[in-house]
Antibody, heavy 122, light 106 residues
Framework: EVQLVQSGAEMKKPGESLKISCKAS????????IGWVRQMPGKGLEWMGI????????RYSPSFLGQVIISADKSISTAYLQWSSLKASDTGMYYCARGPYYYDSGPSFDFWGQGTPVTVSS | EIVLTQSPATLSLSPGERATLSCRAS??????LAWYQQKPGQAPRLLIYDASNRASGIPARFSGSGSGTDFTLTISSLEPEDFAIYYCQQRINRLSFGGGTKVEIK
């Protein structure tokens, strides 16, 4: 059974750093993309970036390039999303999701994690 | 960046009625378009991939059509559990999501 299990809720202050995780099981972690998607309170879905753990190929949405870092540790089938200096506007729900590899395009997402709520407030 | 525009923003229908949701792309995405359903407090769920292919376990009342810039998600007869928000997503040029259509009970 494919599962993506995300780390728990976070409450942080502006300027603090944060790294959240997404642990995959039930499939070959290195053969699928992992994507990160933000959902701000009451708003829609925003694609942040994707990583292909097989070769660490990482692609960012222009909106999030330089704002976050996406990484993966193949040895423990876990992907990460990290911030070096959080802002109040980073408050939201963050989902990881799995996507099949296509040679000519990016993925759609067939399995999703349960989401990690992040609250940034002074 | 490819912009996806979904319409209408809200669709008010009764159970048993047919729902027709639209997603328009700012440039061609070929058939590389997916549809997701999201219910309150839940993660999104993949319904349709590559414009017209139902994902595993998705009921046959959900169907997708279109190519290029214009796409449609049709729910042939709304069940109570279908009232939710629906998003489209393209994957031809980086990725992007549409703004969503809320299907609410009339």
């Amino acid at each position: 059974e494919v599962q993506l299990v995300q780390s728990g809720a976070e409450m942080k202050k502006p300027g603090e750093s944060l790294k959240i995780s997404c642990k995959a099981s039930g499939y070959s972690f290195t053969s699928y993309w992992i994507g990160w998607v933000r959902q701000m309170p009451g708003k829609g879905l925003e694609w942040m970036g994707i990583i292909y753990p097989g070769d660490s190929d990482t692609r960012y949405s222009p909106s999030f390039l330089g704002q976050v870092i996406i990484s993966a540790d193949k040895s423990i089938s876990t992907a990460y999303l990290q911030w070096s200096s959080l802002k109040a506007s980073d408050t939201g729900m963050y989902y990881c999701a799995r996507g099949p590899y296509y040679y000519d395009s990016g993925p759609s997402f067939d399995f999703w994690g349960q989401g990690t709520p992040v609250t940034v407030s002074s | 960046e490819i912009v996806l525009t979904q319409s209408p923003a809200t669709l008010s229908l009764s159970p048993g009625e047919r729902a027709t949701l639209s997603c328009r792309a700012s440039q061609s995405v070929s058939s590389y378009l997916a549809w997701y359903q999201q219910k309150p407090g839940q993660a999104p769920r993949l319904l349709i991939y590559d414009a017209s292919n139902r994902a595993s376990g998705i009921p046959a009342r959900f169907s997708g059509s279109g190519s290029g810039t214009d796409f449609t998600l049709t729910i042939s007869s709304l069940e109570p559990e279908d009232f939710a928000i629906y998003y489209c997503q393209q994957r031809i040029n980086r990725l992007s999501f549409g703004g969503g259509t809320k299907v609410e009970i009339k």
